[in-house]
Structures are given as structure tokens and as C-alpha cells.
């Protein structure tokens, strides 16, 4: 039995399955301008051909992160300074809260992730000649 890796380039990403991840992916799906272009070139470039999103999305979501802990904190203290109850309270549902918000903010990435990933295959689909 051969192996199925065996022909393959070594720096070509694989997939699933040993498959090439990106088939044709040395082809450009943008013009060469834009690939060339610098992140505040590309933040103005009003023809939408190459998008910021997928660079800051790391950026965004620790922004989200910060804002959503800074959110607890506050909450948790103001709780506590209206009365010991309602700091109680806040000490259980609070973390709950941040819990699910991280997570929540987390899917919403994954998501926005996932469409320009498919935009991309699309792009890539349409290189080679499939529609």
C-alpha cells in the first residue's frame, strides 16, 4: 500500500484526508494590488476586494473580553455596595453571566470566521474554473 501524502508538496497545507486544504491556493482570488496592500490601504479601499475582519479578530475579541470582565467587575462591586444580598446574589450570577457572554462573543467570532472562510474557498472554487 502507497502512501497518500507521498507525492504531495511538503509545504502545501493538507486537509482532510490528505487533500491539499486549499486546493489552487497559489492563486490569488484578489489582483495584485490589493494583496500588496498595507492594513490602512486596505481599511479604505472601498471596493470591499480584501477585508480587515479576519486580521482584528483577535484584536476584537479581546477587546470584548476586556469590556465584558470590566463589566463584571463593576457590577459585582456595585452589587456588593447596595446591599449583602444583593452582592451574594451577584457573586453567583455574575460569573455565570461573564461565562456565557465569553462564550457567546466566542461563537459569534467562530462564525464571522467561518463566513469569510467560505468566501475564500468560494474565491477559490471560482479560480479554478468550478462556476
Known sequence: ??????NQDPHQPQGQYG???????HQQMYPPRLAQMGFFA????LSFNHFVTTSLIKV?????LAFQTLWALITLI?????SATA???????????LFFGVLLTRVWMELLIVIFKIK????AIRNRGGF
Do not use: C, K, W, Y
Not at 476584537?60 to 470584548?64: E, S, T
Not at 475564500?120 to 474565491?123: A, I, R, S, T, V
Open 1 to 6: 500500500m502507497t502512501d497518500p501524502h507521498q
Open 19 to 25: 487533500q491539499p486544504s486549499h486546493p489552487g491556493h
Open 42 to 45: 486596505r481599511v479604505f479601499d
Open 60 to 64: 476584537i475579541f479581546v477587546a470584548i
Open 78 to 82: 456595585s452589587a456588593f455596595n447596595t
Open 87 to 97: 452582592g451574594l446574589l451577584a457573586l453567583f450570577l455574575v460569573p455565570l453571566g
Open 120 to 123: 475564500e474557498d468560494l474565491g
